[in-house]
């Protein structure tokens, strides 16, 4: 069963960090670009990274370039995404989703075809 399972929300103070992981599961994960999506309240889903199976990819979002770190785990099929200084604006639900092909890219959301359930991350003082 192809799977991906987001796990490492909560709610945090702005500035602080949060790492979320994707585990995927029922698929060559070696195979396939992974991508992090998130989506606030009444907002459209916005893609804010993704990494390619060569890791020579590596896409962010304007709004989190230079806090966020996007890496993957081949061996236990695991993509982390490491969110520092993080600001209210940041709140949403996270959404990791595998990319149809090895490398990725944010603009297309189309593109991807397996998504998790998501992870709530609230930043809020």
């Known amino acids: 069963q192809l799977q991906l399972v987001e796990s490492g929300g909560g709610l945090v103070q702005p500035g602080g960090s949060l790492r979320l992981s994707c585990a995927a599961s029922g698929f060559p994960f070696d195979e396939h670009g992974i991508g992090w999506f998130r989506q606030a309240p009444g907002k459209e889903r916005e893609g804010v990274s993704c990494i390619g199976v060569s890791r020579e990819i590596i896409l962010y979002g304007d709004s989190v370039k230079g806090r966020f770190t996007i890496s993957r785990d081949d061996a236990n099929n695991t993509v982390y995404l490491q969110m520092n200084n993080l600001q209210v604006e940041d709140t949403g639900v996270y959404y990791c989703?595998?990319?149809?092909?090895?490398?990725?890219?944010?603009?297309?959301?189309?593109?991807?075809?397996?998504w998790g359930q998501g992870t709530q991350v609230t930043v809020s003082s």
């Open positions: 989703a595998r990319h149809r092909f090895a490398g990725c890219w944010l603009a297309t959301i189309t593109s991807y075809d397996v």
